[in-house]
């Protein structure tokens, strides 16, 4: 009894573990992608020589009603440096002080800034109660400061809202223009956009926010092999579980309907406990951890739970065919 109860309970605990593991992949994860700007792995960049300024395309965008996608225009010149457009749908940043843009921000005719930590404590000026960055010769209104730990390239970042209602002397071909949003599953509204920027070309690429390649495999590879690792040691002591009542079904002298009830009531016991098991280990990660991801980590939990109870039913029930079928 006393090694049922222990071996549940290194059940459990390795349960807890698997949420743990999914949990550091959350904040792995997450931090990329803060890192990047919150700029996903589909974003696309539009390669272009225009001459227009940011917000002139932005008024030829406004004009064809193209408002579900996000912009960013990063400087070829500073690529710590983006004018950022999202009109529809904001993408917004985890702030230590201040606000993030709202969408007022990218129809008003004044520019706003939001700075990376790191930046905001060397670089912002404060004469009153108002910070401000200085950009060559002008100075911008500092509405936030974002950050986190162990983003570097968030904390470094200067993120400017443009809009259609602003005039500047930009030019499209001095800065790498990156697509994100909505657009990005309809082909044909991507064509329009790359029309409108007379882009040479539009294709997924590395860049300054988005330095290396996510893809599903670098997201979720270790820590599927972790997974993968934890479910074979818990099926595993679920088969040893299953050792005192598959050798009381060895001797048992019952046959026919008599010996099925009898290892049906095993299973349905063992299968009992698992539920007590399994719900009080999701009761302790849900209690002790932080996750962003639970849809994976419930379907992670019950392909394993099936696995389990399936597993034993199997062991129970082969006994029959090593005893013969009953006639």
């Given at each position: 009894m006393k090694k049922t109860i222990w071996i549940n309970v290194l059940i459990i605990f390795l349960l807890f573990c698997a949420g743990r593991l999914v949990a550091q992949n959350d904040t792995r994860n997450y931090q990329n992608l803060m890192d990047r700007g919150n700029i996903s792995n589909q974003a696309m960049n539009l390669v272009t020589h225009s001459r227009k300024s940011i917000p002139?395309?932005?008024?030829?965008?406004?004009?064809?009603?193209?408002?579900?996608?996000?912009?960013?225009?990063?400087?070829?010149?500073?690529?710590?440096?983006?004018?950022?457009?999202?009109?529809?749908?904001?993408?917004?940043?985890?702030?230590?002080?201040?606000?993030f843009f709202v969408?007022?921000?990218?129809?008003?005719?004044?520019?706003?800034?939001?700075?990376?930590?790191?930046?905001?404590?060397?670089?912002?000026?404060?004469?009153?109660?108002?910070?401000?960055?200085?950009?060559?010769?002008?100075?911008?209104?500092?509405?936030?400061?974002?950050?986190?730990?162990?983003?570097?390239?968030?904390?470094?970042?200067?993120?400017?809202?443009?809009?259609?209602?602003?005039?500047?002397?930009?030019?499209?071909?001095?800065?790498?223009?990156?697509?994100?949003?909505?657009?990005?599953?309809?082909?044909?509204?991507?064509?329009?956009?790359?029309?409108?920027?007379?882009?040479?070309?539009?294709?997924?690429?590395?860049?300054?926010?988005?330095?290396?390649?996510?893809?599903?495999?670098?997201?979720?590879?270790?820590?599927?092999?972790?997974?993968?690792?934890?479910?074979?040691?818990?099926?595993?002591?679920t088969t040893l579980l299953q050792v005192p009542t598959v050798r009381a079904v060895k001797i048992s002298a019952l046959r026919g309907d008599l010996l099925t009830d009898y290892q049906l009531e095993n299973w349905f016991k063992f299968l009992l406990t698992q539920i007590v098991v399994f719900v009080a280990a999701g009761g302790l990660i849900f209690w002790r951890l932080q996750l962003l991801s639970w849809n994976y980590l419930l379907l992670y939990f019950l392909a394993l739970f099936t696995l389990v109870n399936l597993g034993a039913l199997i062991q129970i029930f082969f006994i029959n065919f090593q005893k013969g079928s009953p006639k």
């Open positions: 002139g395309i932005l008024r030829k965008i406004d004009q064809q009603k193209i408002t579900n996608l996000q912009l960013y225009f990063v400087s070829k010149h500073d690529p710590n440096l983006s004018y950022v457009y999202m009109p529809k749908k904001l993408k917004k940043l985890p702030m230590t002080s201040g606000r969408k007022s921000d990218f129809q008003s005719p004044i520019p706003f800034v939001v700075l990376g930590q790191t930046v905001a404590a060397q670089t912002a000026y404060k004469p009153q109660s108002q910070s401000y960055y200085q950009l060559r010769q002008n100075y911008y209104s500092v509405i936030g400061v974002t950050g986190l730990n162990n983003t570097k390239n968030l904390n470094q970042h200067v993120f400017i809202s443009t809009s259609p209602k602003q005039h500047d002397h930009t030019q499209l071909r001095h800065f790498q223009i990156i697509v994100d949003g909505e657009i990005l599953h309809y082909p044909k509204q991507l064509q329009q956009l790359k029309k409108a920027f007379k882009a040479r070309q539009i294709y997924r690429i590395n860049n300054h926010l988005n330095p290396k390649s996510q893809t599903w495999w670098n997201r979720w590879g270790q820590t599927l092999i972790y997974l993968g690792i934890i479910a074979l040691l818990v099926l595993s002591l």
